[in-house]
DNA sequence: ACCTGAACACCGTTCAAGT
DNA sequence: ACCTGAACACCGTTCAAGT
């Protein structure tokens, strides 16, 4: 189809095709064979640019995330309540997902968090705790929220992400250099691990986010309540 | 490894040894000639049980949902409360989910919901129902929930899924059908379908669903603020 | 540096053939 | 009725070879 065969093969050029595929097709139709097809090339062609497929799949979750970065700065200044900021951001996040609904089982099914997803969570807990949330509330409403937009965010920052050793050594380590670029997400961390630190779980009880999220969920429903 | 090459191939048995498989493994482990040498046998034979990879995943699926009525039999009579009784279903789910991690990427990754998921609805709209929630806010509850039980359910009932048509006479029947077996369910899609007769968008307005979900949690979240 | 052909070890699935 | 071998059209990936 593409009269441009002449466009040289690029990294960027890949991920684009490949998402314009899984739009057009699904997820599926993202083959490394079917991608190099879809680009007038061979299919051991793509390894000059790419890592492989998992690395592929990754770079897509990463791009899709960037374009919710690109939504957000595209909607203008951010609203000075909280409440506002947060909910534009969920609902343009939820916008691009509607527009590559491939996007959020990829993004669920990769192990890694896209590391541009960092920015928006920097963003959200800024937001909120300059509205007067803690950061414990803060880290709380990132799960809640998160699970909304993206269907899960089971482990948002885990410790055996940045390698192996659980250890809380590495998760200082870890802290320290984020601080300059997130400095909210790294005062969230550090209020959390000084409040209750149990080296051996990490640091985000999933448990304990669903059961908050769901008495949440229960409460606004309860006040609701026809008889109430 | 099994020692048991006596026992007869069956469904069940196949759908056994496919979640088994998938527990230790992950859902990438479980292929066709995987299974069939799992259970000691050709990958062809296989069709005389299943109708086929896609059909092998639905069962799954179903499996996993089946499971969690188990799970809710086995935990004894409901609580009265209806919000007891709401919580303890959506936390034994998520127990179950925790037992099979692949489950909810499959769940939702399969277009058509589980036939079993329909009697745990049905349950839900009961309690929520008896407990003063109208049809409408039921409806949403659900929703919100079964978001965060399974990660994502788009549209709980597709008339695209009972056929090809989408007009409301379709539904209609749907709804006939339904009564007898899911009373709760029926009345609450016969309050909706009344309330706003909209032909053509499927009647879950998920812009919509997502909007009162994300509120609710911004409303919980607002009343828990230190400043508040 | 970039692309390729042939090859390897996998997929799901069909079909004619065995018992 | 149930199982199988060979075959087909696909996968991702490696590797030596081309330019």
Redo the contacts between chains.
Sequence with gaps: MSTQTRAPLSRDRLLSTAAALADAEGLGAVTMRRLAAEVGVEAMSLYHHLPGKSGLLDSLAERVIEEIAAEVAAAGPAPQDW?ED??RR??LA?SVMLRHPWA??LV??RTEVPVAAYAHFEALVDS?VR????YH?AHR?LH??G??AL??VSEIFSPAAAGGSTDTEAAEEQLAAMADVFPQITAMVAAELHDHNDPVLGWCDSQSE??F??????????R?????
Excluded: H, I, K
């Design positions: 409440r947060v909910r969920c609902l939820r959020p089982g669920s099914s909120m509205g007067g949330l803690s509330l409403a809640a929220l699970s909304m269907g899960y669903f059961e999220t769901l008495d949440l969920l229960l409460d606004g429903l309860d609701l309540r026809s008889d109430a």
